[in-house]
């Protein structure tokens, strides 16, 4: 506590009494906010056991495979992830701040994404009425998920020249793919290097690119970060929404060159504008 006699300020120390209840109100709502998170990660895996046990099964069994089927329960996903979302807000452990996220909704787009925190494909998706997802094999060979991502027609996360022509066949089919091009959770500090899958998928496709910078602030749920180590304070969650680019935009203008420097050149583009991104918003 300041007071200012004149132009210079007298500190004045709060008594301890108050110091002792700040401190005991603090751990009171960090213990609130555990709680609170804990009853949220039990919430999506309940929601997603009767999702996988009893939705999905019914889906499968009034529709036959195919495009009709995956939109039905890709849309089915897309509004649980919007309950999620909306149920970590009203609990007051993380508030979403979104700019353009409306161009989420339309389509075709090869949708490109940074990904700071474990929830970044929930926050994604829960903004897209369709959305193909590359997946990986752990969860094909989960008991559970693998009814989900099969009548989802979720991408298998195999051999890489079979996921790009798979991403490729959507799009050109007029859907929407989403895409991590780090492959992994982003590290403490940076991003990690972006994979080529994106640029190979756009260059074929001769799709729109839509990037997602995504930031998380206090830093939180990260890689190798438990989900109990919650900060002192809630989440803001930002979700940035570009104008969607066509891949050859990104190249050098005027300039004939080969698939796999342009390859390269898309890639390096993408990786310094969502860096460039990280730096202004201080991520």
């Known amino acids: 506590m300041a007071l200012s006699a004149g132009s210079e300020p007298i500190l004045v120390a709060r008594p301890r009494w108050i110091r002792d209840r700040l401190r005991i109100r603090a751990r009171i709502e960090h213990l609130l906010r555990q709680l609170g998170t804990g009853f949220l ?13 009893v939705v999905f099964p019914f889906v499968a069994w009034r529709s036959a495979p195919g495009e009709a089927r995956e939109r039905v329960a890709q849309r089915l996903i897309q509004r649980a992830f919007a309950f999620f979302v909306h149920l970590g807000t009203a609990l007051h452990l993380f508030e ?5 996220t409306d161009r989420l909704a339309h389509g075709p787009s090869l949708v490109v994404a940074n990904h700071p925190t474990l929830l970044d494909a929930v926050f994604v998706i829960s903004r897209m009425p369709q ?17 989900v991502v099969r009548i989802s027609g979720y991408i298998p996360n195999g051999e890489g020249p079979q996921v790009v022509n798979t991403c490729v066949e959507r799009l050109r089919a007029g859907r929407s793919v989403v895409l991590f091009p780090e492959g ?34 206090p830093p939180a749920l990260k890689k190798g970060q438990p989900w109990w180590a919650v900060p002192d304070r809630k989440l803001i969650i930002t979700m940035d929404v570009e104008s ?8 050098p203008a005027g300039e004939a060159i080969s698939t796999s420097r342009a390859v390269r050149s898309i890639t390096a583009a993408l ?10 918003a201080g991520a």
């Open 184 to 217: 992994s959770r982003s590290p403490e500090q940076g991003l990690r290097p972006f994979k080529r899958g994106a640029a190979h998928i756009a260059l074929r496709s001769g799709c729109l690119i839509t990037p997602v910078f995504l930031t998380c602030t």
């Open 96 to 100: 979403v701040r979104e700019t353009g």
């Open 41 to 53: 990660f039990v919430t999506f895996g309940v929601g997603a056991l009767v999702i996988a046990g």
């Open 244 to 251: 969607p680019v066509v891949a050859r935009d990104l190249l």
């Open 131 to 147: 959305a193909d997802c590359i997946v990986k094999s752990d969860a094909w060979r989960n008991p559970f998920l693998r009814h």
């Open 271 to 280: 990786y310094e504008s969502f860096d460039a991104k990280r730096l202004d």
